[in-house]
């Protein structure tokens, strides 16, 4: 079960079922799309405004947009993509550290 912030036609947004933040909400549409580059390349103007869109609902929906956030999708072997699915990870509510350690 997924505990849905946002949908469209587009796009999934859900709480993550082992969240790294106290918000940490994945963002996902629901086109077929190995990952962010096959997504700028074959995604429709309408899927790309969704993505946009859908970040800027959970930023407002969990009050980030004071504070703010990280966005993160990993992209091939070297980026640690482990789902072959484009997703993104909105982590905020609290300073979650440095990018790289």
Request: aromatic share 10%; hydrophobic share 40%; net charge positive.
């Amino acid at each position: 079960k997924a505990d849905i912030i946002f949908e469209n036609k587009y796009i999934l947004c859900f709480k993550d079922i082992l969240p790294k933040a106290p918000v940490h909400v994945l963002i996902i549409p629901k086109g077929h799309f190995k990952d962010i580059y096959d997504f700028s390349l074959n995604a429709s103007l309408e899927e790309k405004k969704a993505i946009y869109d859908g970040i800027a609902k959970v930023i407002k929906t969990f009050n980030l947009d004071s504070d703010g956030c990280r966005i993160i999708s990993n992209f091939g072997k070297n980026g640690r993509q482990e789902v072959p699915h484009l997703h993104f990870h909105l982590l905020g509510g609290k300073d979650i550290g440095s990018m790289l350690s």
